[in-house]
């Protein structure tokens, strides 16, 4: 199976983090799929993705003290591999895993996601649970100097042929429950780890060969970030998305920030292979953190983080409870020329950035379209001009028409140059010719 064929365009769907953080249930997820269903699914959004500790019984119990509870209360079966919470997955009880859960998320027409660490439960090396397909046990194939900094849930796994089994045995499990997407942390970087020290640099390869073994095409997403630009061949080879950023919220500094990120990754973006901006923290986020609220971001923020999203043409993954979406929301979400910039045969460069402004082009390569974005990064309402020439692009028309994808004005190339009024931190996005 070619990897790239998993996932022609940046996947796009529904990750419970942002709203629930470790607490989301089957019932939830349930409903933020149905909603997908009626609302998202005819403008692309398509996986729903459940989030990190799905398989912790106390996930958010001592959330006053720990995000992630230490040597939790783990559900798993005979194996050591981690399986869905009963009490908050009720249809995994008996041995199902996600598979009832799955096979509803399809019949939907959606597709179903999950979230893993990188490694081995450290519960099952404590408990020598054996390794299928091998004569070896979990404490064998788990490496205790290999851990994660922020969670205690696993060690890391040995790249030895009875590791590569241990994974192969996930995949296979996954496949048969009917996943179609895993997002897997603690693998694409690490503060305790640098360089070849890092042994997620391997288990990354043996994650991809567990994938091309099961017979399913799964999605491989890379979390956290922000990802080694030295290795993109590496990420790029192995694996369909990796973040680009640590833990992306509703802050305008980190938004702003993001300019660079995609300046950095823009020639790294491929059928199958996408550097990721990470989630959309749009609508409502925060209530397993203790806090719901609605995003900080104003609405001239929101339009801007959608817009370089999809003109460099990252995964949108959606972090709001989707049942409270207000049109307002919803719009920026189905507005399917902006939509369009994603699309397998388009192409997105920076055209110039500087403190105060950025411009993006995006190109289909196979209708010849050019949408232009003119960001002003600044903290005032400015004018903001770019010559036609600087997109070396050719033009029939000396003066060509402009169409504006948020609004839906006309206008024109005065003096071929593309002028604009952009509100602070926010942005135009024009159709040219």
Same mark, same amino acid.
């Given at each position: ?24 249930? %089957?019932?939830?997820? !349930?409903?933020?799929? $149905? #909603? ?8 692309? *959004?398509? &996986? ?71 490694g081995i439960s450290r519960r099952a090396a404590q408990n020598h649970c054996p390794v299928p397909g091998t004569d070896t046990t979990a404490d064998m194939v788990a490496d205790p100097a290999s851990i994660c900094g922020w969670n205690s849930d ?17 995949? %296979?499990?996954?496949? !048969?429950?009917?996943? $179609? #997407? ?8 690490? *503060?305790? &780890? ?93 209530k397993g953190f203790g806090q719901e609220r609605r995003t900080n971001f104003t609405e001239a923020e929101q339009k801007t983080m959608m817009t370089l999203w999809c003109m460099f043409r990252s995964p949108l993954m959606l972090g709001a409870e989707?049942?409270?979406? $207000? ?107």
């Amino acid at each position: 199976m070619n990897k790239n064929e998993f996932a022609k365009t940046p996947p796009m769907g529904w990750n419970s983090y942002d709203y629930y953080d470790t607490t989301v249930n %089957e019932e939830q997820v !349930r409903a933020n799929a $149905d #909603y997908m269903a009626a609302h998202l699914k005819e403008y692309g *959004w398509e &996986y729903v993705v459940i989030d990190i500790q799905w398989y912790a019984n106390d996930a958010g119990t001592k959330r006053d003290r720990f995000q992630y509870i230490p040597f939790g209360d783990q559900e798993m079966d005979e194996f050591g591999r981690l399986q869905p919470s009963p009490a908050r997955f009720p249809s995994s009880a008996g041995g199902k895993g996600f598979g009832p859960l799955a096979d509803y998320v399809h019949s939907l027409g959606l597709k179903f996601g999950i979230h893993i660490m990188r490694g081995i439960s450290r519960r099952a090396a404590q408990n020598h649970c054996p390794v299928p397909g091998t004569d070896t046990t979990a404490d064998m194939v788990a490496d205790p100097a290999s851990i994660c900094g922020w969670n205690s849930d696993m060690y890391g796994v040995r790249a030895t042929k009875e590791g590569q089994a241990y994974y192969d045995s996930l995949m %296979e499990m996954y496949a !048969r429950w009917g996943v $179609d #997407y895993i997002k897997c942390d603690d693998i694409c970087d690490s *503060w305790l &780890y640098r360089n070849d020290q890092f042994s997620g640099w391997e288990e990354t390869r043996m994650l991809h060969r567990a994938i091309e073994k099961c017979g399913r095409p799964i999605v491989l997403s890379l979390s956290p970030g922000p990802a080694h630009i030295d290795r993109a061949w590496e990420y790029g080879k192995y694996a369909n998305m990796w973040r680009i950023t640590d833990d992306f919220w509703d802050n305008w500094e980190l938004l702003k920030a993001m300019f660079w990120r995609c300046e950095l990754w823009q020639d790294h973006v491929k059928k199958g292979c996408y550097p990721d901006c990470d989630m959309l923290p749009l609508g409502y986020v925060g209530k397993g953190f203790g806090q719901e609220r609605r995003t900080n971001f104003t609405e001239a923020e929101q339009k801007t983080m959608m817009t370089l999203w999809c003109m460099f043409r990252s995964p949108l993954m959606l972090g709001a409870e989707l049942t409270k979406l $207000d049109d307002g929301t919803l719009s920026l979400l189905t507005n399917r020329e902006i939509l369009d910039l994603m699309k397998e045969s388009c192409r997105g460069t920076q055209v110039m950035r500087t403190d105060c402004l950025a411009v993006w082009k995006n190109k289909d390569e196979v209708s010849g379209r050019v949408c232009l974005a003119l960001f002003n990064l600044s903290d005032a309402d400015k004018e903001l001009s770019v010559s036609l020439s600087q997109l070396e692009e050719e033009f029939r028309e000396e003066e060509p028409a402009l169409h504006e994808l948020w609004d839906r004005t006309e206008g024109r190339a005065a003096g071929r140059k593309v002028t604009a009024a952009v509100e602070a931190h926010g942005v135009k996005v024009y159709r040219i010719g």
